[in-house]
């Protein structure tokens, strides 16, 4: 939209940053919406209550492990880690992402082309 308001969730692909953070390093459900908020655009939504319904699925999955973490101070943490499991379903992911962005390049290019000319 013109007026920049629009606000998207993220929908399916929040599962697969969820696996690419995770990649990265290990983390607990708290941290991983900070990183999340940092590294989606602006304009896209992160629900919290989802992030939590996700970690919990792809564990019963086996795409995660988790373990209770007790630091020094504050409460204890679930600390979710990716199995090899995991490891394919973002690779599956990865693969679906890059036909997507030759199809969303397709689109806008003959947009563009259509647009010139009417």
Same mark, same amino acid.
């Given at each position: ?34 990183? +999340? ?5 602006? $304009?896209? @939504?992160?629900?919290?209550? &989802?992030? =939590? #319904? !996700? ?8 795409? +995660? ?5 007790? $630091?020094? @101070?504050?409460?204890?943490? &679930?600390? =979710? #880690? !990716? ?36």
């Amino acid at each position: 939209m013109p007026d920049g308001l629009r606000r998207y969730q993220t929908g399916k692909h929040l599962e697969a940053f969820i696996l690419l953070l995770l990649l990265e390093q290990p983390d607990h459900g708290g941290h991983l919406l900070t990183r +999340l908020s940092a590294v989606l655009p602006e $304009e896209w @939504t992160v629900d919290s209550g &989802r992030i =939590y #319904r !996700l970690l919990r699925e792809l564990e019963s999955t086996g795409c +995660l492990q988790s373990a209770w973490v007790t $630091e020094d @101070t504050g409460a204890p943490t &679930r600390q =979710y #880690r !990716l199995t090899a499991n995991g490891k394919h379903r973002l690779e599956d992911w990865a693969h679906e992402m890059e036909i997507r962005q030759q199809s969303l390049a397709s689109f806008l290019s003959t947009y563009h082309q259509i647009i010139k000319r009417i």
